[in-house]
């Protein structure tokens, strides 16, 4: 009997084993969402507030801080905003109230569609189309999902 049930565990043993021994092969399938929406953001920047000898340096000044304000923009409708607060009481007085926000985060593909002045403030409107967002990120993340298993 002790025969038996040591034949059959070394039986099941060398049959789970096997397994590893057949190859397979899996096929992938990429996923493409149904739409892809565009955002849009405008940053501004103040030209006579910027350092600089004389107006064309302030301008060019001003091109750049409202690009980034732009940037700034897309980044929070993106990944968001971290807001940080907090209110420090004495003798049930508000003494110190305080907020800060910090936005953090990548963008690709975004493009300038207009920079203009208006007055003294200097502007930078931006477009972020997420179709070119996605296919820069399938050429470098191709993410995908099983679409067929083949076992040999």
Do not use: W
Not at 45 to 61: E, V
Not at 95 to 123: E, F, H, M, P
């Amino acid at each position: 009997m002790r025969i038996v049930i040591s034949i059959c565990i070394l039986a099941s043993l060398g049959l789970a084993g096997c397994s590893s021994i057949f190859d397979k092969h899996v096929e992938y399938k990429y996923i493409e969402p149904d739409n892809y929406p565009i955002l849009k953001a405008v940053g501004y920047a103040p030209i006579s507030a910027q350092p600089g000898d004389n107006q064309s340096q302030r301008s060019l000044m001003a091109i750049k801080a409202s690009k980034l304000e732009a940037y700034r923009e897309l980044a929070e409708q993106v990944y968001g905003q971290k807001i940080t607060a907090g209110t420090t009481v004495q003798g049930s007085i508000a003494q110190n109230d305080r907020l800060q926000s910090q936005v953090q985060g990548i963008i690709k593909g975004a493009q300038v569609i207009k920079s203009y002045a208006v007055g003294d403030t200097y502007a930078t409107e931006l477009q972020l189309d997420m179709k070119r967002v996605h296919d820069l990120y399938i050429g470098e993340i191709k993410p995908r999902e099983v679409k067929k298993v083949t076992y040999y």
